[in-house]
Each structure stands twice: as structure tokens, then as C-alpha cells.
């Protein structure tokens, strides 16, 4: 306790400083010495500007996660049904077996080109939106995956993702750390 007390007290006071002055470099500075009585600076002083360290490169990647069927699940039923609920149910053990899964992104889009009318491009995003959302809760709520490891977005129509076959196909995007072996 002594100790801790000792480390914790007030330093002794040092020797005082000379007060700072502030003056515009026009005017010559009131009460400063000659310029040619200055010391030089030391060696230790005049240092070469600092440079910050290149950052490390980053330690995970993004896989996608392939699943057997399609994830149709409309967000105004309580549950989504059963082949979509077995889906989610394996993904969710995987995600509690695998701690180095950082984040599962679930994606919704659409299939329908609601072309250039804003009502139905807004239309198609919240519909999307709505159903990344209902995976999501159904993960959250009812499998106990922490929402920290989630993320919904609904991207609404996008060529590159749409589908004949599949209404609104959903991307399940994951996040890992990679291997320190590698």
C-alpha cells in the first residue's frame, strides 16, 4: 500500500520554464535575444519527420456460403418454411461451431426490374430490405446467433443476381479470419 502511494505522489517540481511567447513572424518578438546568440539545436532536437508504419494487411476474407436451395422466406409469416428453416438451422450450427466466422451478411435481391420509376425501385429494395430482415430475426430470435455476427441488407434489383427461377435470391456472405498459417 506504501507503495502505491509512493508511485502515486506529486514529482518533485522541476526547475521552471521560461514563458512561452506568441507573435506574429512580421514583428520581431518583445525581449527576444539577438538571433546570433541562439545555441544550436542538438542532434536529439532536430529529427527527421515521423512516418507512419505501413498498416498490416488484413486478416480475414469473405467467402460466400453455399446453401442447397433457394431462401424464399416472406417476412409476414412468423416462420419461415421448413426446407428454408432447415437451411437456417444448419447455418446457424455452423456459425456457433465456427467462432472464426466474424460475420454472416445476409443479401436479399430481386429478380423483378421495376425499371425507372422511383415508387417501384423504392418498392423493390424495402421488399428486400424486408426480407434480409426476416432471416435475420428468424437467426437472432429464434437460433440464438448474436447480432453482432449479422448483418441484413436488401439490395433490390440487381442484374447480376437476378434469377428466373428464384423470386428473391438471398447471398449469405461470410467473414473470417484467415488462417495465421497461411
Known sequence: MAQLLAACAPAPAST????????????????????DSTPPLS???VAEPCIDPTPPAPECA???????????????YAL??????????DVATAMRAHPSWQMLRVEVYSSRDPGA????VRREMQQSQARADAIF???????????ERMDAIGYGYDVGFARRDVRWPVVLRLVHRLDSKR
Open 16 to 35: 521552471p520554464r521560461p514563458p512561452v511567447a506568441v507573435f506574429a513572424p512580421e514583428a520581431p518578438p518583445p525581449d527576444s535575444p539577438p538571433a
Open 43 to 45: 542532434p536529439a532536437v
Open 62 to 76: 469473405s467467402d460466400l456460403l453455399r446453401v442447397p436451395s433457394a431462401l424464399a422466406y416472406n417476412p409476414r
Open 80 to 89: 419461415p418454411p421448413a426446407d428454408v428453416r432447415r437451411v437456417l438451422d
Open 117 to 120: 420509376d422511383p415508387r417501384r
Open 137 to 147: 430475426g428468424y437467426l437472432f430470435h429464434k437460433r440464438k446467433i448474436s447480432a
